[in-house]
Protein backbone atom coordinates (compact mmCIF):
# COMPACT_ATOMS: atom_id res chain seq x y z
CA UNK A 1 0.00 0.00 0.00
CA UNK A 2 1.54 3.39 -1.26
CA UNK A 3 1.82 6.24 1.86
CA UNK A 4 2.97 9.88 0.86
CA UNK A 5 4.92 11.60 4.21
CA UNK A 6 4.51 15.73 3.23
CA UNK A 7 6.71 18.26 4.92
CA UNK A 8 6.15 21.50 4.12
CA UNK A 9 8.58 24.96 4.41
CA UNK A 10 11.84 24.70 5.80
CA UNK A 11 11.73 21.00 7.30
CA UNK A 12 14.49 19.88 4.78
CA UNK A 13 16.64 21.94 7.15
CA UNK A 14 16.08 19.44 10.75
CA UNK A 15 19.42 19.22 11.86
CA UNK A 16 20.61 22.28 11.60
CA UNK A 17 17.35 24.44 11.98
CA UNK A 18 16.43 25.20 15.72
CA UNK A 19 18.03 21.94 17.32
CA UNK A 20 16.67 22.80 20.55
CA UNK A 21 13.20 22.59 19.15
CA UNK A 22 13.44 20.41 16.32
CA UNK A 23 16.44 17.75 17.52
CA UNK A 24 19.80 16.78 15.80
CA UNK A 25 18.18 14.23 13.12
CA UNK A 26 18.82 15.45 9.18
CA UNK A 27 15.74 15.08 6.59
CA UNK A 28 17.54 12.79 4.97
CA UNK A 29 17.60 10.65 8.79
CA UNK A 30 13.41 11.29 8.64
CA UNK A 31 13.48 10.12 4.86
CA UNK A 32 15.22 6.73 5.75
CA UNK A 33 13.09 6.48 9.05
CA UNK A 34 10.02 7.00 7.33
CA UNK A 35 11.25 4.06 4.43
CA UNK A 36 12.33 1.83 7.57
CA UNK A 37 9.47 2.20 9.30
CA UNK A 38 6.57 2.10 6.75
CA UNK A 39 8.60 -0.65 5.37
CA UNK A 40 8.02 -2.54 8.83
CA UNK A 41 4.15 -2.12 8.29
CA UNK A 42 4.32 -3.03 5.00
CA UNK A 43 3.89 0.63 3.62
CA UNK A 44 5.58 2.06 0.40
CA UNK A 45 6.12 5.33 1.87
CA UNK A 46 6.79 8.55 -0.63
CA UNK A 47 8.84 10.89 1.35
CA UNK A 48 8.44 14.67 -0.51
CA UNK A 49 9.81 17.89 1.11
CA UNK A 50 8.71 21.70 -0.23
CA UNK A 51 9.15 25.39 0.35
CA UNK A 52 6.41 25.98 -2.34
CA UNK A 53 3.06 25.84 -1.09
CA UNK A 54 1.67 25.40 -4.61
CA UNK A 55 3.48 22.32 -5.24
CA UNK A 56 2.40 21.19 -2.01
CA UNK A 57 -1.52 21.71 -2.78
CA UNK A 58 -0.56 19.91 -5.98
CA UNK A 59 0.64 16.98 -4.28
CA UNK A 60 -2.65 16.90 -2.44
CA UNK A 61 -4.53 17.20 -5.82
CA UNK A 62 -2.23 14.16 -6.51
CA UNK A 63 -3.46 12.11 -3.11
CA UNK A 64 -7.01 12.95 -3.30
CA UNK A 65 -7.22 12.16 -7.23
CA UNK A 66 -4.96 8.45 -6.37
CA UNK A 67 -7.01 7.82 -2.72
CA UNK A 68 -3.60 7.95 -1.54
CA UNK A 69 -3.21 8.31 2.10
CA UNK A 70 -1.05 11.02 3.53
CA UNK A 71 1.35 12.13 6.66
CA UNK A 72 1.34 15.94 6.05
CA UNK A 73 3.74 18.20 8.43
CA UNK A 74 2.58 21.45 7.21
CA UNK A 75 5.17 23.35 9.32
CA UNK A 76 4.33 27.29 9.18
CA UNK A 77 1.41 26.79 6.57
CA UNK A 78 -0.21 24.62 9.46
CA UNK A 79 -1.21 28.08 11.04
CA UNK A 80 -2.77 30.37 8.09
CA UNK A 81 -2.86 28.49 4.99
CA UNK A 82 -6.90 28.02 3.74
CA UNK A 83 -5.15 26.78 0.26
CA UNK A 84 -3.70 23.70 1.95
CA UNK A 85 -6.87 23.48 4.28
CA UNK A 86 -9.33 23.47 1.10
CA UNK A 87 -7.11 20.66 -1.11
CA UNK A 88 -6.88 18.63 2.15
CA UNK A 89 -10.72 18.81 2.44
CA UNK A 90 -10.65 16.71 -0.77
CA UNK A 91 -9.32 13.91 0.13
CA UNK A 92 -11.32 10.30 0.76
CA UNK A 93 -8.06 8.60 1.93
CA UNK A 94 -6.51 9.35 5.69
CA UNK A 95 -4.41 12.14 6.02
CA UNK A 96 -2.48 12.57 9.72
CA UNK A 97 -1.80 16.03 10.43
CA UNK A 98 1.93 15.82 12.82
CA UNK A 99 4.43 18.09 14.15
CA UNK A 100 7.86 17.30 15.54
CA UNK A 101 7.42 19.93 18.31
CA UNK A 102 4.82 20.21 20.21
CA UNK A 103 2.95 23.00 18.93
CA UNK A 104 0.57 23.92 22.00
CA UNK A 105 3.23 24.60 23.89
CA UNK A 106 4.75 27.34 22.52
CA UNK A 107 4.17 31.08 20.54
CA UNK A 108 0.84 31.80 20.43
CA UNK A 109 0.08 32.15 16.63
CA UNK A 110 1.06 28.76 16.42
CA UNK A 111 -1.93 27.97 18.70
CA UNK A 112 -4.51 27.70 15.44
CA UNK A 113 -3.99 25.00 13.38
CA UNK A 114 -6.30 25.83 10.37
CA UNK A 115 -5.92 22.46 8.76
CA UNK A 116 -6.75 20.42 12.02
CA UNK A 117 -10.29 20.04 11.14
CA UNK A 118 -10.30 18.52 7.89
CA UNK A 119 -7.37 15.87 8.99
CA UNK A 120 -8.34 12.41 10.28
CA UNK A 121 -6.41 13.59 13.40
CA UNK A 122 -3.39 15.14 14.29
CA UNK A 123 0.00 13.71 16.13
CA UNK A 124 2.87 16.57 17.79
CA UNK A 125 4.96 16.51 19.81
CA UNK A 126 6.81 13.26 19.91
CA UNK A 127 10.16 14.13 17.55
CA UNK A 128 10.48 12.08 14.17
CA UNK A 129 8.41 9.53 17.04
CA UNK A 130 5.23 11.99 15.56
CA UNK A 131 5.65 10.33 12.00
CA UNK A 132 6.18 6.90 13.29
CA UNK A 133 3.02 7.22 15.36
CA UNK A 134 1.34 8.49 12.16
CA UNK A 135 2.58 5.61 9.73
CA UNK A 136 1.29 3.17 12.29
CA UNK A 137 -1.93 4.61 12.31
CA UNK A 138 -2.05 4.38 8.54
CA UNK A 139 -1.62 1.16 8.32
CA UNK A 140 -3.75 -0.24 11.29
CA UNK A 141 -7.08 2.18 10.24
CA UNK A 142 -8.96 1.73 7.82
CA UNK A 143 -10.57 5.98 7.76
C1 LIG B 1 6.23 22.25 12.92
C2 LIG B 1 5.61 23.31 13.85
C3 LIG B 1 5.27 24.57 13.09
O1 LIG B 1 4.71 25.54 13.98
C4 LIG B 1 6.52 25.16 12.47
O2 LIG B 1 6.18 26.29 11.68
C5 LIG B 1 7.31 24.18 11.68
C6 LIG B 1 7.44 22.80 12.18
C7 LIG B 1 6.70 21.00 13.68
O3 LIG B 1 6.92 19.98 13.04
O4 LIG B 1 6.89 21.05 14.91
O5 LIG B 1 7.92 24.51 10.67
O6 LIG B 1 5.24 21.85 11.98
Not at 60 to 88: C, K, Q, W
Request: net charge negative; aromatic share 8%.
Amino acid sequence: RRVFVFNGPNLARLGTREPSVYGTASFDDLVALCHRFGGELGLAVDVRQTDDESELVSWLHEAADGSIPVVLNPAAFTHYSYALRDAIAQRTAPLIEVHISNPAAREEFRLVSVVAAVASGTIAGFGLRSYELALRAIAEDGR
